[in-house]
């Protein structure tokens, strides 16, 4: 992974998959003060932590939650299972965009809880990343031999 891995590529991946199995549910990024649709997802970054796992290597860690909630509710848990197994299945991958490039994503720790009418689907995508020190470590070098010189 480069340094341009930002969580910002990682939200937008995980929106375009929730938004490519849901096409007919919207899905938000951001708070949203007026004109709620319902049904709808909410998609943000729960936790985020970045550490050093051994010299210039780092782990990412980014749990992304994945807020949903139904419009009916008289079958209110039915729909809640069926869009939670969805979930799993298109959060397993993701497809993120940075540095000119693509890279697939495997999504791990995957679970919900129910809250009072909706849930949160909670998935990680970790990663490991090195940055490379670009400083030279040595400018120009002069060579004076004692023998020439004499």
Not at 131 to 141: G, K, N, P, Q, W
Request: aromatic letters at 12%.
């Amino acid at each position: 992974m480069e340094n341009s891995m930002e969580i910002k590529n990682i939200i937008k991946a995980v929106s375009a998959a929730v938004n490519g199995e849901f096409d007919d549910i919207t899905v938000y990024n951001e708070k949203v003060e007026q004109g709620l649709r319902l049904p709808c997802f909410f998609v943000y970054c729960k936790y985020l932590s970045r550490n050093r796992y051994r010299g210039q290597r780092f782990i990412a860690k980014n749990e992304i939650c994945i807020q949903y909630i139904p419009s009916d509710s008289q079958r209110e848990n039915e729909i809640i299972d069926d869009t939670v197994q969805r979930l799993y299945e298109c959060t397993r991958y993701i497809t993120v965009y940075c540095g000119g490039g693509e890279m697939l994503l495997d999504g791990t720790n995957a679970h919900y809880e129910k809250k009072d009418g909706y849930i949160n689907f909670y998935v990680n995508y970790d990663i490991f990343y090195r940055i490379v020190d670009e400083t030279a470590l040595m400018e120009d070098l002069t060579v004076i031999n004692k023998e020439e010189s004499a």
